[in-house]
């Protein structure tokens, strides 16, 4: 079964961290981009991340800089968003999904998403 699964979600405080990962099966992440977005309550869905098929990294969102990175590990066939510094601003659903190769194609697979709530 063609899928992503989210996981590493929770709870944390304000200044924490968190390590979020998109596990893909029945498919290699090698050839496509993976990006990460997130969706607050009453909002609309926004990009987060993105890492091409050739490790580019893209920032769709400016509030993230300097605090949230992106990787993959293709032996795990799994990428990994690291949040750092999180605020109470980053609480949203949070998730992943595929795009051919490059970060400025269509999305066209999503995981079910983590839910992050960012409170003391």
């Known amino acids: 079964q063609v899928q992503l699964v989210e996981s590493g979600g929770g709870l944390v405080q304000p200044g924490g961290s968190l390590r979020l990962s998109c596990a893909a099966s029945g498919f290699t992440l090698d050839y496509y981009a993976i990006g990460w977005f997130r969706q607050a309550p009453e909002k609309e869905r926004e990009g987060v991340l993105c890492i091409s098929s050739n490790d580019g990294i893209t920032y769709y969102a400016d509030s993230v800089k300097g605090r949230f990175t992106i990787s993959r590990d293709n032996a795990k066939n799994t990428v990994y968003l690291q949040m750092n510094s999180l605020k109470p601003e980053d609480t949203a659903a949070y998730y992943c999904?595929?795009?051919?190769?490059?970060?400025?194609?269509?999305?066209?697979?999503w995981g079910q998403g983590t839910q992050v709530t960012v409170s003391s």
């Open positions: 999904a595929t795009a051919p190769g490059s970060c400025e194609d269509e999305y066209d697979l």
